[in-house]
């Protein structure tokens, strides 16, 4: 019994989803929202226990108000009827997800996310969706297309959906205990010693902060290792006013912010990817170019002999033009 | 009542993993069941979203940030998706001025 409750829920769940897409009254959506809801708080109730992300009495709040958020906006987002408000739902999505990752102390990625997709992404579908509604329909705007307000096959999407989510959560369910065990103080530790160590400036300005009479430079172990860790922080060795090889304890303030740490990451361990991604972008930007630009030249010459006019002057291989620079 | 008691007491990765997994299949299911073209790439970013909730739950889990680097990188393809996407679309509707995918079923053929 207790193997197949997480399947249970999933499928209470999807049968809400079904129940909010369908083509049922009022009344069934709102039943819909209602079980959805039970099912994902029962979900969230039977979810393991394995702490993340420190601790703290706000933290459960939070995260209940912006997956709340989050779930309903995506809700909202596949069901509407106007593209428009399905976009405005997906910038609540992404609002709501930045605070999750502000939560789980990724602030870089919180901010990126914003200004990426809430900035960028999401105001070139508006662009384009206001580009195709406006010249579909100019004399009656207000009307929804047929093919917006009713959902396509919604029970096989939401066999499709239950599949999935099954999966998922069964092996959320079952197999987080197998998973290998989070990271230990020591192993934090060694990870913020091995960034500090690569930010020489920060971490002499750091050390002399806290010990003024620390003589730098710091001692070296054998392994060219400035900065140390064990399992109540990070610390360095050096000359001070006590003498020699005295510990100097570095604070949680002084350690690399979240910034540095994914710029250290990025730039020391995954470089080539850095510049594939760049590459993408770059020829992602030449597709989109290319693609959107041929049909224009393709529709202008076939307008111009819609209505009966050639081209009178081929400017581009006039010999005047090209060798004197203007010509009238 | 110890199940509640633990479960509203601490947030284990086990619930950012579940809310990933939530929202991914809204978006599958919301790709499946719309026909506007616009809204089903839409539903392919709320797909990445979710992709970027679990990476960094699970990265700060083991506490290393190359989930956090993998999220650049799904940024990345986001924001080159997007802009192919939405080319072609441009491309389509200057064709025949709907967003219905079901009016482009003849490309299949």
Redesign the interface.
Known sequence: MDGILPYIECFAALVALYLILGRGGRMTKVLGILGGFAALAWMYVMAGTEIIGGEGVGREVLFLIFGAIAISAAVRMITHSRPVYSAINFVFVVLSSAGLFLLLEAEFMAFALVIVYAGAVLITYMFVLMLAQQASSPDKITEVPEYDRVAREPAAAVTVGFIFLSTIFGAVYQGIPSMPPPAGEIERNMVRAEVLQGLPKQLKSEVEKIDPSFQWPPDIDGNKNMVHADATGIFVLGTTEAGKHQPVRLPESAGPRNTQFVGWDLVARFPASLELAGVILLLAMFGAVILARRQIEHGEDELREAVGLTRIHDWDDDPAVTEEGSSA | MI??A??????????????S??????????F?????L??M???T??MF?AA??AF??V????????G??F???I??????????A??????L??RK??????DWRDLSE
């Open positions: 199940l509640l633990s479960a509203f007491g601490q947030l284990a990765l086990a619930h950012y993993l579940l809310l997994g939530v929202l991914f299949v809204i978006g599958l299911v919301g499946l069941s719309r026909r506007n616009i809204v790439f839409l539903c970013e709320l979203q970027a909730i960094v739950a990265g700060r889990y083991y506490y290393d940030f190359s956090q680097v999220v650049i990188f940024l990345t393809v986001a924001a080159a998706e997007a802009a192919l939405l080319a072609l679309v441009v491309l509707f200057r001025p709907t967003l219905n995918a079901e």
